[in-house]
């Protein structure tokens, strides 16, 4: 059929070769590399739909306890963003990512931002506090700081106090506490 035919069984050798070579690729990288990503895109979808249940349960124990509505929305977010980054850290894991020098960084990371944030995390740490003990709430008189007025609002890192000549000052809840 071919005319020159050495030349026609070398090319179908070669190209036997090449398939088998393929065939061997995807065997030992292309077949495990998507059953870890079909495993990881998975875990992801359900991770988030676990997080977004137990967020709302969390809001409705919170609502139901009666807990301040900032204290409250703090709290839901703060479990958010853990639960997600321990989701993330999970999913690198299936995709064969080493993950103990990512939550490495991860703490040293959180390490240098709170050392830079530390008058922000006090005040923050004072506020959960104020929140927490209630040693004052919104509406009450209070002298503290030099400044004498009604609270108008807790947050958390700062209080706003309405002094009686009408003006709005904001003190610092670690000063406060």
Not at 23 to 40: H, V
Not at 100 to 124: E, M, R
Not at 157 to 165: E, G, K, L, P, R
């Amino acid at each position: 059929d071919c005319p020159w035919h050495w030349a026609c069984v070398q090319v179908a050798s070669v190209e036997s070769q090449l398939a088998a070579q393929v065939e061997s690729l995807a065997r030992l990288y292309l077949i495990p590399t998507a059953w870890k990503l079909l495993g990881a895109v998975v875990l992801w979808m359900i991770g988030s739909w676990i997080i977004k249940l137990v967020r709302s349960a969390l809001s409705r124990f919170l609502h139901l306890r009666q807990f301040d509505a900032t204290l409250a929305s703090y709290l839901e977010a703060s479990a958010g963003i853990l639960l997600q980054v321990l989701l993330f850290i999970a999913v690198l894991g299936v995709l064969g990512i080493e993950t103990t020098s990512f939550a490495a960084l991860l703490a040293a990371a959180g390490l240098a931002v709170g050392a830079a944030w530390s008058g922000l995390l006090a005040n923050f740490a004072a506020g959960i506090f104020l929140l927490v003990f209630r040693p004052f709430k919104v509406g009450d008189t209070i002298a503290a700081v030099g400044i004498t007025g009604t609270v108008r609002e807790i947050g958390l890192f700062v209080t706003s106090i309405v002094t009686a000549d009408n003006v709005v000052t904001y003190a610092g809840n670690n000063r406060l506490f």
